[in-house]
């Protein structure tokens, strides 16, 4: 059975268009390389993507946290609080 994958190969590594693929032990296979680079709107999306990421990151870095924000926190105790009232 010949089973053909679309996708871009950048630093050694294969980056499949589509859902991941799912080959199980050693195959023989055939790699074509093409003389293109990926169209620009796959990159703008990654930038785009990666850009609103750390903006997020950045965003959310300076903030206080909180017990409420973390529902399944439930020791079944009082948490230990170390200051200097004694």
Do not use: C, Q
């Not at 059975?1 to 190969?9: F, K, P, T, V």
């Not at 080959?23 to 703008?44: H, M």
């Not at 999306?45 to 990666?50: A, K, T």
């Amino acid at each position: 059975m010949l089973r053909a994958y679309e996708g871009y190969l950048e630093k050694g590594r294969f980056f499949p268009i589509g859902p991941p693929l799912s080959v199980r032990g050693r195959r023989r296979v055939i790699v074509t390389v093409l003389d293109e680079p990926p169209p620009e709107t796959a990159r703008e999306n990654d930038r785009v993507w990666l850009y609103e990421f750390h903006r997020l990151a950045e965003a959310s870095s300076h903030e206080a946290l909180r017990d409420e924000d973390f529902p399944r926190l439930s020791l079944g105790r009082e948490l230990l609080t170390f200051d200097d009232e004694g």
